[in-house]
């Protein structure tokens, strides 16, 4: 399940979670750190989508969560920890499981993404995601400092714009695959 090779994985940034605002910088820090890696617009979008949905999931759900994002030459892995620890939350994560289900068949996360995976340990719940990345790219520690420096310096802009750039960039893409074929 995991695409990570232990030895070579690298804590990139952290981040908590805990509003509809949290999600959109969210959105546009996986939307970043996909670009960043080398991901193909399309696997970006596909990505980012999934990453997104399950935090805006975790915040309808438990409130609050914290992300950790890491790195290595294979894969982007995004893990989402969220605390069930109170008996409303148990209930709550036990009616879930069985919309989970729905919903990954619905937005088919899978698909979306190389691996998905949750577990709970205890009373934290820990879902992880990941994206395969382009090899060829070499992530020394400057690097990493750099894209820490970018994915931590991301402003909010108005869910508008953020929707009007996705449509173009959907737009774009469609484009390119039409003319292929």
């Known amino acids: ?7 070579l994985k690298v ?14 910088l969210m959105y546009k820090r996986v ?7 080398g991901m193909s617009i399309y696997d970006q979008l596909r990505f980012t989508t999934a990453v997104t949905e399950m935090i805006r999931i975790c915040c309808l759900l438990f409130g ?9 030459k294979q894969c982007i892995e995004i893990e989402l920890r969220v605390n069930i620890e109170g008996p ?31 577990d709970i340990e205890g009373t934290i719940m820990k879902i992880v995601l990941a994206k395969r990345i382009n ?16 994915l931590g310096n991301i402003v909010i802009v108005s869910p508008y714009e953020e929707i009007k ?10 484009e390119g695959l039409k003319r292929n074929e």
Do not use: C, P
Not at 31 to 37: I, S
Not at 91 to 115: P, V
Not at 165 to 174: D, F, T, V
């Open 135 to 150: 090899a060829q790219k070499a992530f020394f520690r400057d690097t990493i400092n750099k894209w820490n420096t970018i």
């Open 64 to 72: 609050t969560g914290h992300s950790i994002f890491y790195i290595d």
């Open 31 to 37: 939307k970043n750190l996909g670009e960043l890696a």
């Open 88 to 118: 409303i939350d148990r209930i709550k994560l036990e009616a879930e499981m069985g919309r989970s289900a729905a919903l990954e068949n619905h937005l088919n996360i899978s698909q979306l993404t190389d691996a998905f995976q949750v």
């Open 165 to 174: 750039k996705s449509n173009i960039e959907l737009l774009k893409l469609y």
């Open 1 to 7: 399940m995991n695409l990570h090779n232990r030895s």
């Open 11 to 24: 804590d990139l940034i952290e981040f908590n979670f805990a509003s509809e605002t949290d999600v959109l």
